[in-house]
T-cell receptor, first 114, second 109 residues
Framework: DVKVTQSSRYLVKRTGEKVFLECVQD?????MFWYRQDPGLGLRLIYF???????EKGDIPEGYSVSREKKERFSLILESASTNQTSMYLC?????????????FGEGSRLTVL | GQNIDQPTEMTATEGAIVQINCTYQ??????LFWYQQHAGEAPTFLSY??LDGLEEKGRFSSFLSRSKGYSYLLLKELQMKDSASYLCAVMDSNYQLIWGAGTKLIIKP
């Protein structure tokens, strides 16, 4: 089974702190994604990556950056956390171009910014 | 703009059948996906439709009408473990997924 592991399930940070969310997948997937999930809204894509060292902006990249130094690892960075970044963050990966909408998700990281 | 609409919440009885609707307006269409998400857990893939018609997978079926911009997820013989949110997503012409807000399904004994 594909396993996508996110480093922290729950985090509490203060405004202005730098936050790292890490995601590791064990199935050699080329594609990795970071979403945020908020009540009453659909999943919103922050960044995605189709290859090592490669990154593409999603719909809401402002205030975030990413890093993909190794194929299995995709990190989301909040340079200076703000209260409006309080959310559930979901990492996902996939491999097949034919079923590009079939994503494998991690358990999520619930971030609270005070 | 692109839009996916699905009901916010539905309630059904154990053993019954429930249909969760999803309507969409997107820039192009490259498939429609349903995911299940239990509270506090990751979404998991349920089904994929790219052609019109019904796709059946055990107790779950998904239907698509591209001309109407409409899909439904049909759950039969409901079990308590089916209590979850069901997410509808459409892949647009740029192969980006557009997500609905999800339908919370509550199953009562």
């Amino acid at each position: 089974d594909v396993k996508v592991t996110q480093s922290s399930r729950y985090l509490v940070k203060r405004t202005g702190e730098k936050v790292f969310l890490e995601c590791v997948q064990d199935m050699d997937h080329e594609n990795m994604f970071w979403y945020r999930q908020d009540p009453g809204l659909g999943l919103r894509l922050i960044y995605f990556s189709y290859d090592v060292k490669m990154k593409e902006k999603g719909d809401i990249p402002e205030g975030y950056s990413v890093s993909r130094e190794k194929k299995e690892r995709f990190s989301l960075i909040l340079e200076s956390a703000s209260t409006n970044q309080t959310s559930m963050y979901l990492c996902a990966s996939n491999s097949s171009p034919d079923r590009a909408g079939e994503l494998f998700f991690g358990e999520g990281s619930r971030l609270t910014v005070l | 703009g692109q839009n996916i609409d699905q009901p916010t919440e539905m309630t059904a009885t154990e053993g019954a059948i429930v249909q969760i609707n999803c309507t969409y307006q997107t820039s192009g269409f490259n498939g429609l996906f349903w995911y299940q998400q239990h509270a506090g857990e990751a979404p998991t893939f349920l089904s994929y439709n790219v052609l019109d018609g019904l796709e059946e997978k055990g107790r779950f079926s998904s239907f698509l009408s591209r001309s109407k911009g409409y899909s439904y997820l049909l759950l039969k013989e409901l079990q308590m473990k089916d209590s979850a949110s069901y997410l509808c997503a459409v892949m647009d012409s740029n192969y980006q997924l557009i997500w609905g807000a999800g339908t919370k399904l509550i199953i009562k004994p």
